[in-house]
T-cell receptor, first 116, second 110 residues
């Protein structure tokens, strides 16, 4: 099946710094990617829909200036957590869908962000 | 706001027992998916159900989509320790944007 690679798998940063997380579709082109946030022992919360070549669509309550999303190519979307604070610590997961099968999402392995 | 409530939230059972996990909403979904997630990893798709009343089987797992497409269930027969994980349902209202359920954490004891 299709593979989605997420990098890094784990990152620890100081408060006030910015962190970039990459999501790549390795063997297919993804016009749409999704970014989720997951708190410990909780479900996934959709943050935004990343559209190749256009602005991301953010869910209600998600700060677009805080969580910058760039989908510059058909195989890469990035999420940048700007001026990170301890409350941004979380598990961030991306997914991508095949243009010919939009109802099937392939998930990355996630990135655990810890802000000190 | 569309919500998907899963029950139970937690379930700890002995190997060999059967169990059912429920996923309920007041909203209608064009399709619904079930995932299993291991700690520190992304969710893995188990099944997609599309038609109201649809039943799908995947080895010891049986998935059912409610007639009104508002609810779904996952039944596991003769659970094994390898079934341990977080089970998530996710509904699509027709825009290919999935809303995830609250999750059911299953632990199967050997």
């Amino acid at each position: 099946g299709a593979v989605v690679s997420q990098h890094p798998s784990r990152v620890i940063c100081k408060s006030g710094t910015s962190v970039k997380i990459e999501c790549r579709s390795l063997d297919f082109q993804a016009t749409t990617m999704f970014w989720y946030r997951q708190f410990p022992k909780k479900s996934l919360m959709l943050m935004a829909t990343s559209n190749e070549g256009s602005k991301a669509t953010y869910e209600q309550g998600v700060e677009k200036d805080k969580f910058l999303i760039n989908h510059a190519s058909l195989t890469l979307s990035t999420l940048t957590v700007t001026s990170a604070h301890p409350e941004d610590s979380s598990f961030y997961i991306c997914s991508a869908s095949l243009p010919v099968a939009k109802n099937i999402q392939y998930f990355g392995a996630g990135t655990r962000l810890s802000v000190l | 706001t569309q919500l998907l409530e899963q029950s139970p939230q937690f379930l700890s059972i002995q190997e060999g027992e059967n169990l059912t996990v429920y996923c309920n909403s007041s909203s209608v979904f064009s399709s619904l998916q079930w995932y299993r997630q291991e700690p520190g990893e992304g969710p893995v798709l188990l099944v997609t159900v599309v038609t109201g009343g649809e039943v799908k089987k995947l080895k010891r797992l049986t998935f059912q989509f409610g007639d009104a497409r508002k609810d779904s269930s996952l039944h596991i027969t003769a659970a094994q320790p390898g079934d341990t994980g977080l089970y998530l349902c996710a509904g699509d209202s027709g825009t290919y944007k999935y809303i995830f359920g609250t999750g059911t954490r299953l632990k199967v004891l050997a």
